[in-house]
């Protein structure tokens, strides 16, 4: 029952994404509400729910980027696990700068294994070096500035979320 509902979390905030966010937005301001809601599930739940989940959210996105299919999962499965095991495994209690430093590290993580697996599967033709450019720098600091700012405002939801959810009370909901 919590891996549908998590679907459905997933398969609605993609939606959301990419068809309402972007047309308000535009693409030159990407707020990926998919990324910050797999990382704030990668920090509370377990290891494996954590890879489980993160391979949905990847999942969602590759099929709405109209991209090749592969880098979403793969980059965000990699992140939000890695972010499981060293978070988690090095730090015991999440105060609001550790959660900071974790959005900002997390989404240089995702971004830049994003562009690599994209860059491979273009089948290693595009030149590496464009991914790293002046314009895709910009575009990564901006994103590290947006993701620090709204991952707390993404993780503590999510956090009181699931523990509704665990102890299967929503008639307060």
Partial sequence: MRFLF???????????????????????????LVFLVALSASLIKGRREAFALAVIAGFFLDIFSGHFFGPGVLALALTCLFSSVVIKT???????????????????????????????????GGKLWLVFSKENAGFLLGQLALNAFLFLGVFYPIKYLDAKFRTRRFTNF
Avoid: C, D, P
Avoid at 15 to 27: D, H, R, V
Avoid at 106 to 121: A, D, Q, R, V
């Fill in 90 to 124: 090095i730090l015991t209690r999440l105060n609001v700068l550790v959660l900071m430093t974790t959005g900002i590290f997390m989404t240089f993580l995702y971004y830049g294994l994003f562009s690599f697996f994209s860059w491979l599967s273009t089948g290693l």
């Fill in 6 to 32: 998590w679907t459905l979390i997933f398969f609605l905030l993609t939606i959301f994404q990419a068809g309402f966010l972007t047309e308000i937005l535009g693409n030159s301001l990407v707020i990926n």
